[in-house]
């Protein structure tokens, strides 16, 4: 499986996932003609799906512009109607826990805990028979997946980092810091994963470089931290 992290910030977030057969994008936070240039694609026909965790902008930017070039985009009802999509063949609407099928990619939606409606997604290839876990904007994981091949997850803040009390209880309901995110990465079997991804750093209250030290310390694992 091949991760390419094309933007991971509160400015905008998209990450390409492919497994040799077939492409798909996580999120769609920029706008289109971004995507296009930083992805080299030609959209629809590179792409075979987008997958958006939530209605933000810096997740679903280009949702509307991207069912119109013709991908099928995979959403929950509360982000389409937050976008103005009330009907459109290629919006599809995702619930909690189930399973879907794009080419030769299986993946099962995953309740995450933010401040709207908010998905994570297990990914299965059965074309490498590889799983992925992805995971941002939630401010913990309800789950334990086993048999992870690569996990994508955020590390948006370090506590010590956030001196503005207000701010301080909006991250705490709705994003994960990287005392959570460490926590979590030990208490879940990743003893078959290949590499973690770090996503969603906040541009001023995170340290890129301590982050990486403290999960490869924690885990043992490769870390990548995905640059904005």
């Given at each position: 499986?091949?991760?390419?992290?094309?933007?991971?910030?509160?400015?905008?977030?998209?990450?390409?996932?492919?497994d040799g057969t077939t492409t798909i994008l996580?999120?769609?936070g920029l706008p289109l003609k971004d995507l296009k240039r930083r992805t080299n694609f030609t959209v629809p026909s590179d792409i075979?799906?987008?997958l958006v965790t939530h209605c933000h902008n810096d997740h679903a930017k280009?949702?509307?512009?991207?069912?119109?070039?013709g991908v099928d985009c995979y959403a929950l009802k509360d982000t389409f109607e937050s976008k103005g999509v009330t009907e459109h063949h290629r919006a599809k609407n995702i619930e909690i826990n189930k399973l879907y099928t794009v080419g030769t990619f299986n993946f099962i939606t995953l309740e995450m805990k933010h401040d709207v409606p908010c998905v994570g997604f297990l990914i299965h290839s059965k074309e490498t028979g590889e799983r992925l876990l992805f995971a941002t904007d939630t401010y913990?994981?309800?789950?334990?997946?086993?048999?992870?091949?690569?996990?994508?997850?955020?590390a948006n803040y370090?506590?010590?980092?956030?001196?503005?009390?207000?701010?301080?209880?909006?991250l705490f309901k709705s994003h994960m810091s990287i005392d959570t995110t460490v926590n979590?990465?030990?208490?879940i079997d990743i003893s078959r994963v290949k590499t973690i991804y770090l996503m969603h750093l906040s541009s001023r209250h995170s340290n890129e470089v301590d982050f990486k030290k403290r999960v490869q310390a924690a885990t043992g694992k490769p870390v990548v931290v995905c640059e904005e």
């Open positions: 499986m091949k991760i390419k992290p094309i933007a991971s910030s509160s400015k905008g977030n998209a990450y390409l996932v492919s996580l999120e769609c075979a799906a987008c280009s949702l509307n512009d991207m069912l119109n070039a913990l994981i309800k789950y334990a997946p086993k048999d992870l091949d690569y996990i994508m997850i955020e370090d506590v010590r980092l956030v001196e503005d009390d207000a701010l301080k209880n909006r979590y990465l030990k208490s």
